[in-house]
């Protein structure tokens, strides 16, 4: 049972910066694609970026392509990052790792596994 716990959320000023952390274990990761979706009250789970299994292709909404950068490390791609760069107030949300073995997909029902979420706040 693939187990996902993000970190690093908090509060930033616009402009600013902060990287996101997903820990993931309890299967070979390998295989997962991995995903980062953001949820504000009242609207649906929208698709941030997505990194394919092994790292090879990366995928952003449209809303953060040049500002937000996706990338998996550790020994078999254990963890999952995502670097947020120029944080506008309208990036404010609840940040989800997510992730399945059917590779990168759109919507947050493609996708099996999630963590909690971590809170961030843009504002000054």
């Known amino acids: 049972q693939l187990q996902l716990v993000e970190s690093g959320g908090g509060l930033v000023q616009p402009g600013g910066s902060l990287r996101l952390s997903c820990a993931a274990s309890?299967?070979?990761?390998?295989?997962?694609?991995f995903a980062w979706f953001r949820q504000v009250p009242g609207k649906e789970r929208e698709g941030v970026s997505c990194?394919?299994?092994?790292?090879?292709?990366?995928?952003y909404a449209d809303s953060v392509k040049g500002r937000f950068a996706i990338s998996r490390d550790g020994a078999g791609y254990t963890v999952v990052y995502l670097q947020m760069n120029n944080l506008t107030p309208e990036d404010t949300g609840v940040y989800y790792c997510?992730?399945?073995?059917?590779?990168?997909?759109?919507?947050?029902?493609?996708?099996?596994?999630w963590g909690q979420g971590t809170q961030v706040t843009v504002s000054s």
């Open positions: 309890g299967a070979t990761m390998d295989y997962y694609a």
């Open positions: 990194i394919s299994s092994r790292g090879v292709m990366t995928i």
């Open positions: 997510a992730a399945d073995f059917r590779g990168c997909a759109r919507t947050a029902s493609d996708y099996s596994y």
